[in-house]
């Protein structure tokens, strides 16, 4: 059974810092894409970042780039999301997720078959 537990959200003012941690159970982790997803109130979901866990490829957003950082430990079968400068357009729920390898291409998130339950990160102006 595949379970992926994030941690780390919370409450910042705009320009400060928080780092989210997504432990992952229950697959083989170094042939995956875990990636990170947010969805405000009534918008849709979207894609934030995505690692493949066996190359360590990034990706990200054009609206978190430069501020935003994806990284794991892979011994520990977990991925962090470094969050620098936020700003209150940032204020969402996230997710982790995990796919394929090769839906880190991509990174639809359709092509996310696992998700973890979510974790708020409300930024204040």
């Known amino acids: 059974q595949v379970q992926l537990v994030e941690s780390g959200g919370g409450s910042v003012q705009a320009g400060g810092s928080l780092r989210l941690s997504c432990a992952a159970s229950?697959?083989?982790?170094?042939?995956?894409?875990m990636g990170w997803f947010r969805q405000a109130p009534g918008k849709e979901r979207e894609g934030v970042a995505r690692i493949t866990t066996g190359g360590g490829t990034t990706y990200y957003a054009d609206s978190v780039k430069g501020r935003f950082t994806i990284s794991q430990a892979y011994a520990k079968n977990t991925v962090f999301l470094q969050m620098n400068s936020l700003k209150p357009e940032d204020t969402a729920m996230y997710y982790c997720?995990?796919?394929?390898?090769?839906?880190?291409?991509?990174?639809?998130?359709?092509?996310?078959?696992?998700w973890g339950q979510g974790t708020q990160v409300t930024v204040s102006s």
């Open positions: 997720a995990a796919s394929r390898w090769y839906d880190c291409y991509s990174g639809s998130v359709d092509r996310f078959n696992y």
């Open positions: 229950g697959l083989t982790y170094s042939d995956n894409c």
